[in-house]
């Protein structure tokens, strides 16, 4: 999440290995600089639009929520931590590796499903 908007190091990530990825960057971004640093952001950002809505009616998840939506935004965790009123270790040590597990989860999921 902390390199989203960064082509050239999504392009060195491994999962960009991954043969959905590679298929989607085939199919929708072949014309493009990093197509499969482009295909990695497009899932990566989709399973955080996912939790997001699919934890809508958690009130207990709020923070993880905003947190998702922050940093998906590019704010860094300290960013993040000012803007939640929580100190950045808490953001860092909990609600990031909160995060980090979901995204992963949804992510591991949609690479998987047929309908990505």
């Avoid at 390199?3 to 493009?32: G, K, M, T």
């Avoid at 990695?40 to 947190?67: G, H, K, M, N």
């Avoid at 980090?100 to 998987?112: H, I």
Wanted: proline content about 3%; hydrophobic content about 40%; some cysteine.
């Amino acid at each position: 999440m902390r390199h989203i908007d960064d082509r050239i190091e999504l392009n060195r990530n491994p999962l960009v290995r991954l043969p959905a990825i590679q298929d989607r960057a085939q199919s929708r971004y072949a014309n493009c600089v990093h197509p499969r640093a482009i295909a990695l952001r497009d899932v990566v950002l989709r399973a955080v639009d996912e939790i997001i809505a699919d934890l809508q009616d958690e009130p207990s998840l709020r923070r993880l929520r905003e947190l998702l939506h922050l940093y998906a935004s590019g704010s860094s965790v300290k960013d993040a931590s000012a803007q939640l009123g929580l100190s950045r270790e808490h953001c860092s040590r909990v609600l990031k590796k909160q995060a980090t597990q979901v995204v992963a989860e949804k992510f591991s999921y949609l690479v998987r499903s047929k309908s990505m």
